[in-house]
Nanobody
Framework: QVQLVESGGGSVQAGGSLRLSCAASGNIASLYCMGWFRQAPGKERDEVAIIDPDESTKYANSVKGRFTISRDKARNILFLEMENLKVDDSAMYYC?????????????????WGQGTLVTVAS
């Protein structure tokens, strides 16, 4: 059973930076993708960034050039470096792991999620 624990969220001013971490425990298949999704109040959970087993990355258009996803395979930790944060980035951020095909299909196809970490960006 895989467990995911996010950390690093907080409150920042617009233009600020945060680094999110997701510690994974359990048996993670080597061919699985890992990713970050976010959900603002009253909105659907949306993809933010995905990293595949070969370290290729995919970003939502709204975060390209500002966010960087990376992973430490040896320690099973996923990171999300967020820079130049905007008010619209405010949301609960969730870490997930699963087959890449499922991750690309959308959050409803994924079964393993962390508890989330809250990011609030003030203007």
């Amino acid at each position: 059973q895989v467990q995911l624990v996010e950390s690093g969220g907080g409150s920042v001013q617009a233009g600020g930076s945060l680094r999110l971490s997701c510690a994974a425990s359990g048996n993670i298949a080597s061919l699985y993708c890992m990713g970050w999704f976010r959900q603002a109040p009253g909105k659907e959970r949306d993809e933010v960034a995905i990293i595949d087993p070969d370290e290729s990355t995919k970003y939502a258009n709204s975060v390209k050039g500002r966010f960087t996803i990376s992973r430490d395979k040896a320690r099973n930790i996923l990171f999300l470096e967020m820079e130049n944060l905007k008010v619209d980035d405010s949301a609960m951020y969730y870490c997930t792991v699963g087959p890449c095909s499922a991750m690309l299909a959308g959050p409803r196809h994924l079964d393993v999620w962390g508890q989330g970490t809250l990011v609030t960006v003030a203007s």
